[in-house]
T-cell receptor
């Protein structure tokens, strides 16, 4: 079974430019998460989807970040315009929302460098 | 507020046993997870505790005390490949995972 797929793996852009990340979750997983991980820190949730609905976007900086999950499968995360402080690894994860320990499966991440 | 504390770094010797502690204060508690993350790679699931006690899975065990807001991850028979960061994460009442900063473990020969 394929894991969570993300692209691109690496992205270098100049500040004020737009950037987009793509995620394909594990087949059948109804819940999808976008996290940001700064160097030496744990992942921080940006947004969580259950199917097509964003159920928690409280930590998404909505002035410059946007996300969508059309048809409840793939998702894209966009930053426009990017700032130097956005340099981080952006992780996508998915899970099957069930009672109990629904572990999250992470993709390899996109390492963003803003210059 | 949400707070998860774990040591920043630990070192150990190949073949030894190491215990990584995690204390937490969160808005509700709905389970505690441990993840392993090698440098430049995605976190991978190690263990899940929701009830007090010890969960054993091969060389790795995880313990939880909800009354003390405390967990530990125990790694036995350490191998060089166990050098990684270990992330403690608590699921709060909204089902959100809150991660600690991670403990970087270095295993020496």
């Amino acid at each position: 079974e394929a894991g969570v797929v993300q692209s691109p793996r690496y992205k270098i852009i100049e500040k004020k430019q737009p950037v987009a990340f793509w995620c394909n979750p594990i087949s059948g997983h109804n819940t999808l998460y976008w996290y940001r991980q700064n160097l030496g820190q744990g992942p921080e949730l940006l947004i969580r989807y259950e199917n097509e609905e964003a159920v928690d976007d409280s930590q998404l900086p909505k002035d410059r970040f946007s996300a969508e999950r059309l048809k409840g499968v793939d998702s894209t995360l966009k930053i426009q315009p990017a700032e130097l402080g956005d340099s981080a690894v952006y992780l996508c994860a998915s899970s099957l929302l069930l009672a109990g320990g629904n572990e999250q499966y992470f993709g390899p991440g996109t390492r963003l460098t803003v210059t | 507020g949400q707070n998860i504390d774990q040591p920043t770094e630990m070192t150990a010797t190949e073949g030894a046993i190491v215990q990584i502690n995690c204390t937490y204060q969160t808005s509700g508690f709905n389970g505690l997870f441990w993840y392993q993350q090698h440098a430049g790679e995605a976190p991978t699931f190690l263990s899940y505790n929701v009830l007090d006690g010890l969960e054993e899975k091969g060389r790795f065990s995880s313990f939880l005390s909800r009354s003390k807001g405390y967990s530990y991850l125990l790694l036995k028979e350490l191998q060089m490949k166990d050098s990684a960061s270990y992330l403690c994460a608590v699921r709060d009442y909204t089902d959100k995972l809150i991660f600690g900063t991670g403990t970087r473990l270095q295993v020496f020969p």
